[in-house]
C-alpha cells in the first residue's frame, strides 16, 4: 500500500471508528467501507489496536491544530484565546455527525491505564492543558496550572453533555463559567 493510500486508509477508519466506536467496529466493515482488503491493512498494521493508535494520532494532530488555529483567529491576546475555547467548542459541537471527542470514547473503551490506546487518550488531554496551561501562563494568572486543570474540567463536562444532548448549549455555559474562572485566576 503507497504512503497516501495508507494515510486515506487511517483518515478513512477514523470516520468509522468515530462514528461507530472502537469494537463494534471490525476489521470486516473497515475492509468493506475503505476498499482495502484485510491483507492489506495487517500489511501496515499488525492488529486493530494498531490501526486505532494511528487514528488517534491523526486525531490529535487535526484537533489539536484546528483547535489552537481557530482560538488564534478569534483572540491576538493569551487571555482572549483561553476566553474564546467554548466558542470555539460551540462550533464544534454544532458540526453536523458531532459525536462527541473520540479520546473519551477511546479511554471508555479500553478502560486499563496501562493500554496503549487509553494511554494515548489521557496524552491528548494531557497536551491540550499543557496548552491552556502555558495560556494561562502569558496571561498572568497566578497558578496557571490551576486554571488548566479547571479549564479541561469544564470542556470535558461540555464536551459530554453536548453529545448526549445533541445541542451545542453546553458550550455557552461552559464559557460562562470558564470566564468567571479566568477573571478569577488573571488579575
Known amino acids: ?26 476489521m470486516d466493515l473497515v475492509a468493506a467501507e475503505t476498499g482495502v482488503s484485510k491483507t492489506s491493512i495487517y ?9 486505532i493508535l494511528a487514528v ?6 487535526d484537533f489539536r491544530n484546528w483547535l489552537y488555529r481557530r482560538l488564534e483567529e478569534l483572540a491576538d491576546t493569551p487571555r482572549g484565546q483561553l476566553e474564546a475555547l467554548f466558542d470555539v ?3 464544534w459541537f454544532g458540526q453536523p455527525g458531532f459525536q462527541g471527542c473520540m479520546f473519551i ?20 488531554k494531557r ?6 496551561a502555558a495560556l494561562a501562563a502569558k496571561a498572568g494568572a497566578a497558578d496557571p496550572a490551576a486554571l488548566a486543570r479547571q479549564l479541561m474540567i469544564l470542556k470535558e463536562g461540555a464536551i459530554v453533555l453536548a453529545a448526549m444532548s445533541h445541542s451545542a448549549a453546553p458550550a455557552k455555559d461552559g464559557r460562562q463559567a ?10
Open 127 to 132: 497536551l491540550l492543558q499543557e496548552h491552556f
Open 178 to 187: 470558564a470566564l468567571a474562572l479566568i477573571k478569577q485566576a488573571v488579575r
Open 1 to 26: 500500500m503507497r504512503p497516501n493510500k495508507r494515510a486515506e486508509l487511517i483518515r478513512k477508519s477514523l470516520e468509522l471508528f468515530y462514528r461507530n466506536g472502537f469494537h463494534a467496529t471490525g
Open 56 to 61: 488517534l494520532q491523526l486525531r490529535d494532530e
Open 89 to 91: 467548542l460551540e462550533e
Open 43 to 51: 500489511k501496515h498494521f499488525r492488529s486493530k489496536e494498531e490501526l
Open 105 to 124: 470514547k477511546a479511554s471508555a473503551e479500553y478502560q486499563s491505564g496501562k493500554d496503549p490506546i487509553n494511554m494515548q487518550s489521557a496524552e491528548h
